[in-house]
């Protein structure tokens, strides 16, 4: 099996949502800006370069609970975050929000589609994931590769199915870290394109990818 060229169905692959993309709050901040007592409060988020505001949501809290007020694609939601509180060891407690779908104890909630979760519920990856998992998928294949000859050849007494079986694992090894480096190659061109610092070619650019 030559090495090199283009594999097999590595074209633009299914791309997870980044933790990073979602808007988010973080009940520490929530906590030091006093936001977790009783009243009624608000929250936005700011464009990172002009300092304008994007959006915002509404903030009601009541003891052990905070409610969300919010429009997102033409709808109205309300959406109550219950607030737990552990002890700290030198005194003290700290605030956690309770997963409004899984119910377990988070400092920070996504809002992914209409509601906010975590983001396991979400199913989130942060975006230093994906490095990692492109090094482990290319570690894999160094490892692999180490056990056949040149170009995937079949070495000096090594049984056929065997070189078989160590070929298809290198070429899905393979595959996914290409899948994994097109994704945040296409995430990048598309960040900087919706930031007005690109040439607009991350749309010619998947264009191209689905061709392949």
Not at 3 to 8: L, M, P
Not at 77 to 103: K, M, N, Q
């Amino acid at each position: 099996m030559a090495r090199g060229g283009r594999r097999y169905h590595a074209g633009r692959p299914a791309r997870r949502v980044r933790a990073e993309e979602c808007r988010s709050i973080d009940v520490r901040r929530f906590n030091r800006e006093g936001m977790l007592l009783p009243g009624d409060w608000s929250w936005g988020w700011y464009d990172a370069i002009t300092s304008e505001r994007r959006a915002s949501i509404g903030v009601r809290a009541s003891p052990g609970y905070v409610v969300l007020t919010y429009s997102i694609g033409g709808q109205d939601v309300a959406e109550r975050v219950g607030i737990t509180y552990t002890a700290c060891a030198l005194g003290g407690d700290r605030s956690w929000f309770s997963c409004p779908r899984c119910h377990g104890r988070v400092a920070i909630l996504y809002l992914s589609g209409t509601r906010f979760a975590c983001r396991q519920c979400h199913g989130l990856l942060y975006n230093s994931q994906v490095g990692s998992a492109w090094s482990a998928a290319i570690d894999k294949l160094h490892r692999l590769e180490g056990r056949l000859g040149p170009g995937w050849s079949r070495p000096k007494g090594m049984h056929y199915r065997t070189c078989i079986q160590l070929q298809k694992r290198a070429l899905k090894a393979a595959q996914l870290a290409d899948s994994l480096i097109a994704a945040q190659t296409w995430a990048l061109m598309d960040h900087l394109d919706s930031m007005g610092l690109g040439d607009g070619s991350a749309k010619a650019w998947r264009a191209s990818r689905q061709c392949d």
